[in-house]
């Protein structure tokens, strides 16, 4: 084989829907460029894990893969799970030369598929001036990717609504329905909640929970697999087989 293997990684969940909006992923991935040879693992609860698939590649005879996380801020799976998951592979297959791309976000290209799924649920351009946007993430410790939500919450606030707070749904505060409810206490006449998640699973329903509980006015779907989405894991594959200090264009 002398074409590099993407690999997706993927956190994993119990709920069948998350394995399942990842697979559709990968297979629009696939659409998008025919000849690339896409793969999906699982650090936890879904099959196949990260060294089984890894394994079979080397066994099978490729000789590059580029590992991408299926994740949309570097926090601990980034930093931390996902290196030491490679590094182990590495030193067991060490004619497999492999990458690790980086995270998704944050892009420009991940604001638009929020902005395609708030348009599914309803929302019109003329709504903006008079709609709160909740930008509601899964949540983190690291500050890093905390920064990362509300650099993104300040953009989308320049795109035309008339307020945007970011919610979490773990790990801190505030929760969805605390950030609906402080908007509609300020006047806010609409407000919209839009999952900042790339899959079904508890914490997204902790969002649609929260919105519901609230009274939001329109909750927007997971990002899924959107074409938006499928050519930013383009995108972040074709940056990690780019040589340091090279341009894509060389």
């Not at 899964?138 to 993104?152: F, L, M, R, W």
């Amino acid at each position: 084989m002398t074409h590099p293997t993407l690999l997706v990684i993927a956190h994993g969940s119990r709920d069948p829907r998350h394995a399942a909006t990842v697979h559709a992923l990968t297979e629009r991935v696939r659409a998008e460029r025919p000849g690339l040879r896409v793969e999906t693992a699982f650090l936890e609860f879904n099959a196949p894990s990260v060294p089984r698939v890894l394994e079979r590649l080397a066994a099978q005879g490729a000789d590059e893969v580029v590992a991408l996380p299926l994740l949309l801020t570097r926090a601990f799976h980034a930093k931390t799970d996902i290196p030491s998951v490679l590094r182990e592979a590495r030193a067991r297959l060490p004619r497999l030369h492999i990458r690790q791309a980086d995270v998704l976000g944050p892009s420009p290209l991940l604001n638009a598929t929020l902005g395609r799924r708030l348009r599914e649920a309803g929302v019109r351009p003329g709504d903006l001036p008079r709609t709160g946007l909740v930008l509601a993430s899964a949540g983190s410790t690291d500050p890093e990717a905390i920064a990362v939500i509300a650099e993104i919450a300040r953009e989308l606030r320049h795109t035309g609504w008339c307020a945007v707070r970011p919610a979490f749904a773990s790990a801190l505060l505030p929760r969805t329905e605390d950030v609906v409810r402080e908007l509609r206490a300020e006047g806010v006449e609409r407000v919209a909640v839009a999952p900042y998640v790339i899959a079904p699973g508890r914490l997204p329903d902790r969002i649609a929970a929260g919105a519901e509980a609230a009274g939001a006015d329109v909750l927007a779907d997971v990002l899924g697999p959107a074409p938006e989405l499928a050519r930013l894991l383009l995108n972040r594959f074709d940056e990690a087989r780019v040589p340091v200090g090279a341009s894509l264009s060389a």
